[in-house]
């Protein structure tokens, strides 16, 4: 199997000994050197975000906010808050003062708000409120079950439910396929996922794809290809379908959940204007078994827990692979490396100031009426007359 992409590490140190040099010596050192507030961008598709964020505390408190208004599917205000958030996490310094985020974009009265009480009393008495605020707390209960979204959510708090263990209590629900494989796994599936994990479950990827199709080409997407050392799932692209891969790994016994989507792509279909749509690829979310010997630490094994029936050797680890078509392959990575809010940008980028239409298939121009080929994400970013941005600066 061919590996796309170089390894994150060494791009890394690719990264740090360019900085290394940057930096001249002996020039006055201005306090935020070439900074100028009114050139940011209002599309996060045009600035550089790397994992180095200097503002957790306010952007933190605005993810809370915006998780809030998604929860009462408020999408203005949930995105006004991922918005600023994103601009903050782009900042090369840490915001002290109001003045600091004077002349920025993405920067409402709520946001500012927000921002202002933390620069003088540490903290949000908003985000506060919501992180103890009833409905939320049921909400980031219920939907941190795999399977259960903000429609669900919403059945069961009207219904009275409060925690998870009402929920799973109550015998009249009708869970589907994919929540009942969500409460059997939840302990393992709650725990993120380290960059260890998804190196070893890579290559159980991997070999499997390779046995049926040796020119596969496997690459991790998502927020492990932007450098993220932990994540809730580890996402895949596959390209050339072909004999399907999963069906190795049900016989080995490895597959713990497999929800095949069957790819919905017409061909004459335009891309969709959708700002936030799902793409059309056969997929499948998958939860993997992944086998990691516990070291038996011999003190603990007393009497009362020597029970090897009881001792779990596998952690359960949500896997997203995506089957794409060759020609698509560059949009479908750029697609699913993310973050979402850079491919939210990304998108309403094309379409305002482009008059284009790019979703995770392809890249339509109106203007034209044509289709833009695209071999690699660098040729995406330049039929959009945009500067190219390296995965691990897509952490928007
Ligand atoms: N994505 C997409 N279409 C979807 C779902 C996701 O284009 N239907 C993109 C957006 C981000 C990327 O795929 C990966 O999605 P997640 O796994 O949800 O995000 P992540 O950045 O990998 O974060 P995490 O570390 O929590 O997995
Ligand atoms: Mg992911």
């Not at 957790?56 to 809030?68: C, L, P, S, V």
């Not at 919403?154 to 994919?178: H, P």
């Not at 596959?238 to 891969?245: H, L, M, Q, V, Y």
């Amino acid at each position: 199997c061919m590996e796309a992409g170089r390894p994150v590490d060494s791009e890394m140190k690719y990264r740090l000994m360019e900085q290394d040099q940057a930096p001249p010596l002996n020039t006055p050192e201005p306090e935020v050197p070439s900074f100028i507030a009114s050139k940011v961008s209002q599309y996060s598709c045009q600035r550089k975000t790397t994992l180095n964020n200097h503002n957790k505390k306010f952007t933190d408190a605005f993810e809370i906010m915006a998780e809030n208004y998604e929860f009462k599917e408020n999408e203005i205000f949930c995105l006004e808050f991922l918005r600023a958030a994103s601009v903050l996490k782009f900042l090369p310094f840490p915001v002290t003062r109001m003045k600091d985020i004077q002349g920025l974009p993405c920067m409402g009265d709520r946001a500012r708000d927000v921002i202002e009480e933390i620069i003088e009393e540490g903290e949000s008495s908003r985000a506060k409120e919501v992180l103890n605020d009833e409905r939320y707390k049921s909400f980031k209960q219920f939907t941190s079950v795999f399977g259960v979204g903000v429609k669900t959510s919403e059945k069961w708090y009207r219904m009275g439910l409060r925690t998870l263990e009402e929920v799973k209590a109550d015998k009249t629900l009708k869970l589907s396929k994919m929540q009942k494989a969500g409460f059997l796994y939840y302990e393992d599936l709650v725990s993120c996922v380290s960059k260890a994990e998804a190196d070893a479950v890579s290559l159980i990827v991997k070999n499997t794809v390779c046995t049926f199709l040796p020119d596969a080409l496997v690459t991790i997407t998502g927020g492990f290809r932007r450098g993220k050392k932990i994540g809730h799932d580890i996402d895949f692209l596959i390209t050339n379908p072909g004999p399907r891969e999963d069906d190795e790994l049900l016989h080995k016994g490895l597959l713990l959940y497999c929800d095949i989507i069957e790819s919905t792509f017409v061909k004459e279909q335009l891309p969709s204007r959708k700002v936030d749509a799902m793409d059309n690829f056969q997929k499948c979310f998958a939860i993997l078994k992944l086998y990691q010997p516990r070291v038996n630490n011999s003190s603990y094994n007393t009497s009362k827990n020597f029970d090897m029936a009881e001792v779990k050797d596998w952690k359960a680890i949500r896997v997203d692979l995506v089957i794409t078509p060759f020609e698509q392959y560059a949009y479908a990575l750029l697609g699913w490396t993310g973050s979402r809010q850079f491919g939210r940008d990304l998108r309403r980028y094309a379409a305002h100031e482009k008059k284009m239409i790019l979703d995770n298939h392809a890249l339509y121009d109106r203007r034209e009426r044509i289709f833009l080929k695209a071999g690699s994400e660098e040729e995406i970013f330049t039929h959009l007359g945009l500067d190219y941005v390296e995965p691990w600066e897509r952490n928007a």
